[in-house]
T-cell receptor
Protein backbone atom coordinates (compact mmCIF):
# COMPACT_ATOMS: atom_id res chain seq x y z
CA UNK A 1 0.00 0.00 0.00
CA UNK A 2 0.89 3.66 -0.22
CA UNK A 3 3.21 5.02 2.44
CA UNK A 4 2.86 8.30 4.29
CA UNK A 5 5.76 9.44 6.44
CA UNK A 6 5.21 11.98 9.18
CA UNK A 7 8.08 13.70 10.94
CA UNK A 8 8.94 14.20 13.72
CA UNK A 9 7.24 11.47 15.73
CA UNK A 10 7.81 13.38 18.95
CA UNK A 11 8.70 16.97 19.63
CA UNK A 12 9.02 19.07 22.75
CA UNK A 13 9.09 22.81 22.37
CA UNK A 14 9.06 25.82 24.63
CA UNK A 15 5.97 27.93 25.00
CA UNK A 16 5.95 30.76 22.49
CA UNK A 17 8.02 29.02 19.86
CA UNK A 18 6.86 27.51 16.58
CA UNK A 19 7.13 23.93 15.48
CA UNK A 20 6.76 22.40 12.02
CA UNK A 21 5.42 18.93 11.31
CA UNK A 22 5.98 17.36 7.90
CA UNK A 23 3.78 14.86 6.10
CA UNK A 24 5.22 13.20 3.01
CA UNK A 25 3.71 10.72 0.60
CA UNK A 26 6.65 8.50 -0.30
CA UNK A 27 5.42 6.51 -3.27
CA UNK A 28 2.44 8.38 -4.62
CA UNK A 29 1.21 11.86 -5.36
CA UNK A 30 -1.23 13.03 -2.75
CA UNK A 31 -4.02 15.06 -4.28
CA UNK A 32 -5.46 15.82 -0.88
CA UNK A 33 -4.02 15.76 2.61
CA UNK A 34 -5.82 16.00 5.91
CA UNK A 35 -4.57 17.13 9.29
CA UNK A 36 -6.14 15.79 12.47
CA UNK A 37 -5.72 16.38 16.13
CA UNK A 38 -6.39 13.55 18.55
CA UNK A 39 -6.91 13.99 22.27
CA UNK A 40 -6.29 11.04 24.60
CA UNK A 41 -8.83 8.27 24.18
CA UNK A 42 -10.80 10.30 21.66
CA UNK A 43 -11.44 10.20 17.96
CA UNK A 44 -9.67 12.12 15.24
CA UNK A 45 -10.71 15.73 15.00
CA UNK A 46 -10.29 17.13 11.50
CA UNK A 47 -8.40 20.40 11.56
CA UNK A 48 -8.03 21.15 7.87
CA UNK A 49 -8.04 19.77 4.36
CA UNK A 50 -5.35 20.80 1.94
CA UNK A 51 -5.03 20.40 -1.80
CA UNK A 52 -1.75 20.91 -3.59
CA UNK A 53 -1.25 24.46 -4.74
CA UNK A 54 -4.25 25.93 -3.01
CA UNK A 55 -5.07 27.29 0.40
CA UNK A 56 -6.13 24.85 3.07
CA UNK A 57 -9.74 24.62 4.14
CA UNK A 58 -9.96 24.87 7.90
CA UNK A 59 -12.69 23.40 10.07
CA UNK A 60 -14.79 25.69 12.17
CA UNK A 61 -13.04 26.65 15.36
CA UNK A 62 -9.52 25.98 14.11
CA UNK A 63 -7.34 29.09 14.14
CA UNK A 64 -5.82 29.59 10.70
CA UNK A 65 -3.10 31.91 11.96
CA UNK A 66 -2.06 29.49 14.65
CA UNK A 67 -2.07 26.30 12.62
CA UNK A 68 -0.44 27.13 9.31
CA UNK A 69 -0.82 24.48 6.65
CA UNK A 70 1.17 24.45 3.46
CA UNK A 71 0.76 21.93 0.63
CA UNK A 72 3.38 23.15 -1.79
CA UNK A 73 3.87 19.91 -3.68
CA UNK A 74 2.01 16.71 -4.40
CA UNK A 75 4.18 14.84 -1.92
CA UNK A 76 4.57 17.25 0.98
CA UNK A 77 2.27 19.04 3.36
CA UNK A 78 3.40 20.84 6.49
CA UNK A 79 1.62 21.92 9.64
CA UNK A 80 3.25 24.72 11.61
CA UNK A 81 2.02 25.41 15.11
CA UNK A 82 2.89 29.03 15.72
CA UNK A 83 3.45 30.58 19.15
CA UNK A 84 2.76 27.24 20.76
CA UNK A 85 1.17 27.05 24.18
CA UNK A 86 0.77 24.11 26.56
CA UNK A 87 -2.86 23.68 25.47
CA UNK A 88 -1.58 22.92 21.96
CA UNK A 89 0.04 19.78 23.32
CA UNK A 90 -1.60 16.89 21.54
CA UNK A 91 -1.21 14.10 19.01
CA UNK A 92 -1.34 15.32 15.41
CA UNK A 93 -1.93 12.96 12.49
CA UNK A 94 -1.88 13.53 8.76
CA UNK A 95 -3.48 11.42 6.08
CA UNK A 96 -3.45 11.53 2.31
CA UNK A 97 -5.61 10.54 -0.61
CA UNK A 98 -4.05 9.22 -3.78
CA UNK A 99 -6.84 10.33 -6.08
CA UNK A 100 -7.10 6.74 -7.28
CA UNK A 101 -7.87 4.72 -4.19
CA UNK A 102 -10.61 5.88 -1.85
CA UNK A 103 -8.59 4.74 1.15
CA UNK A 104 -6.91 7.37 3.30
CA UNK A 105 -3.30 6.58 4.15
CA UNK A 106 -2.05 7.80 7.50
CA UNK A 107 1.24 9.05 8.83
CA UNK A 108 2.61 7.73 12.08
CA UNK A 109 1.51 10.79 14.01
CA UNK A 110 3.40 13.42 15.98
CA UNK A 111 3.19 13.87 19.71
CA UNK A 112 3.68 17.53 20.48
CA UNK A 113 4.48 18.62 24.01
CA UNK A 114 4.69 22.32 24.77
CA UNK A 115 6.47 23.16 28.02
CA UNK B 1 -23.73 17.05 7.45
CA UNK B 2 -22.63 13.47 7.56
CA UNK B 3 -22.23 11.87 10.96
CA UNK B 4 -20.86 8.54 12.13
CA UNK B 5 -21.96 6.99 15.41
CA UNK B 6 -20.39 4.16 17.34
CA UNK B 7 -22.59 3.39 20.31
CA UNK B 8 -20.12 1.10 22.10
CA UNK B 9 -17.28 3.07 23.72
CA UNK B 10 -15.70 -0.14 25.01
CA UNK B 11 -16.03 -3.81 24.21
CA UNK B 12 -14.24 -6.92 25.37
CA UNK B 13 -13.98 -10.38 23.90
CA UNK B 14 -12.41 -13.62 24.97
CA UNK B 15 -9.52 -14.80 22.86
CA UNK B 16 -10.70 -17.04 19.97
CA UNK B 17 -14.28 -15.79 20.33
CA UNK B 18 -16.25 -13.55 17.98
CA UNK B 19 -17.16 -9.91 18.57
CA UNK B 20 -19.23 -7.42 16.62
CA UNK B 21 -18.65 -3.68 16.68
CA UNK B 22 -21.53 -1.42 15.70
CA UNK B 23 -21.55 1.64 13.48
CA UNK B 24 -24.32 3.77 12.07
CA UNK B 25 -24.03 6.78 9.84
CA UNK B 26 -26.12 9.47 8.30
CA UNK B 27 -25.82 10.68 4.72
CA UNK B 28 -27.98 11.80 1.84
CA UNK B 29 -25.55 10.43 -0.72
CA UNK B 30 -26.06 7.12 -2.48
CA UNK B 31 -22.54 6.33 -3.65
CA UNK B 32 -19.96 6.49 -0.88
CA UNK B 33 -17.41 4.39 0.95
CA UNK B 34 -17.23 3.02 4.44
CA UNK B 35 -14.15 1.90 6.33
CA UNK B 36 -13.06 0.35 9.56
CA UNK B 37 -9.69 1.54 10.81
CA UNK B 38 -7.75 0.07 13.70
CA UNK B 39 -5.53 2.15 15.96
CA UNK B 40 -3.30 0.00 18.19
CA UNK B 41 -1.28 1.42 21.09
CA UNK B 42 1.36 2.57 18.60
CA UNK B 43 -1.36 4.97 17.33
CA UNK B 44 -0.65 4.14 13.69
CA UNK B 45 -3.97 4.03 11.85
CA UNK B 46 -4.39 0.77 9.94
CA UNK B 47 -7.12 0.02 7.42
CA UNK B 48 -9.03 -3.10 8.40
CA UNK B 49 -11.71 -3.31 5.75
CA UNK B 50 -13.48 -1.21 3.11
CA UNK B 51 -17.00 -1.33 1.67
CA UNK B 52 -18.32 0.41 -1.42
CA UNK B 53 -21.91 1.49 -0.92
CA UNK B 54 -22.92 0.45 -4.43
CA UNK B 55 -21.90 -3.14 -3.70
CA UNK B 56 -24.50 -5.27 -1.97
CA UNK B 57 -22.02 -7.98 -1.07
CA UNK B 58 -20.49 -7.60 2.35
CA UNK B 59 -16.72 -7.14 2.37
CA UNK B 60 -14.51 -9.77 3.99
CA UNK B 61 -10.83 -9.74 4.88
CA UNK B 62 -9.70 -12.95 6.53
CA UNK B 63 -11.11 -12.90 10.08
CA UNK B 64 -12.80 -9.54 9.54
CA UNK B 65 -16.17 -9.12 7.87
CA UNK B 66 -18.84 -6.47 7.75
CA UNK B 67 -22.60 -6.45 7.81
CA UNK B 68 -23.56 -3.56 5.56
CA UNK B 69 -27.21 -2.55 5.69
CA UNK B 70 -27.53 0.42 3.33
CA UNK B 71 -31.17 1.18 3.98
CA UNK B 72 -30.61 1.14 7.71
CA UNK B 73 -27.29 3.01 7.31
CA UNK B 74 -25.59 0.44 9.44
CA UNK B 75 -22.05 -0.90 9.03
CA UNK B 76 -20.97 -3.36 11.71
CA UNK B 77 -17.61 -5.12 11.95
CA UNK B 78 -17.35 -8.76 12.97
CA UNK B 79 -14.04 -10.10 14.20
CA UNK B 80 -13.85 -13.87 14.29
CA UNK B 81 -11.33 -15.95 16.22
CA UNK B 82 -10.20 -12.87 18.14
CA UNK B 83 -6.50 -12.59 18.82
CA UNK B 84 -4.58 -10.62 21.43
CA UNK B 85 -3.23 -8.43 18.63
CA UNK B 86 -6.74 -7.31 17.78
CA UNK B 87 -6.84 -5.20 20.93
CA UNK B 88 -7.05 -1.60 19.76
CA UNK B 89 -9.31 1.35 19.12
CA UNK B 90 -11.55 0.76 16.13
CA UNK B 91 -12.91 3.67 14.14
CA UNK B 92 -15.71 3.49 11.64
CA UNK B 93 -15.31 6.03 8.84
CA UNK B 94 -17.41 7.43 6.02
CA UNK B 95 -16.00 8.87 2.82
CA UNK B 96 -17.59 10.84 0.03
CA UNK B 97 -15.23 12.75 -2.21
CA UNK B 98 -12.85 14.66 0.02
CA UNK B 99 -15.16 14.31 2.97
CA UNK B 100 -13.88 11.83 5.53
CA UNK B 101 -15.84 11.48 8.76
CA UNK B 102 -14.75 9.30 11.66
CA UNK B 103 -16.86 7.87 14.45
CA UNK B 104 -15.89 8.31 18.11
CA UNK B 105 -14.29 4.88 18.27
CA UNK B 106 -14.71 1.63 20.18
CA UNK B 107 -11.95 0.38 22.42
CA UNK B 108 -11.66 -3.39 22.08
CA UNK B 109 -9.99 -5.47 24.75
CA UNK B 110 -9.11 -9.10 24.11
CA UNK B 111 -9.01 -11.29 27.19
CA UNK B 112 -6.63 -14.26 27.28
Amino acid sequence: GAVVSQHPSRVICKSGTSVKIECRSLDFQATTMFWYRQFPKQSLMLMATSNEGSKATYEQGVEKDKFLINHASLTLSTLTVTSAHPEDSSFYICSALTGVSTEAFFGQGTRLTVV
Amino acid sequence: AQTVTQSQPEMSVQEAETVTLSCTYDTSESDYYLFWYKQPPSRQMILVIRQEAYKQQNATENRFSVNFQKAAKSFSLKISDSQLGDAAMYFCAYNYGQNFVFGPGTRLSVLP
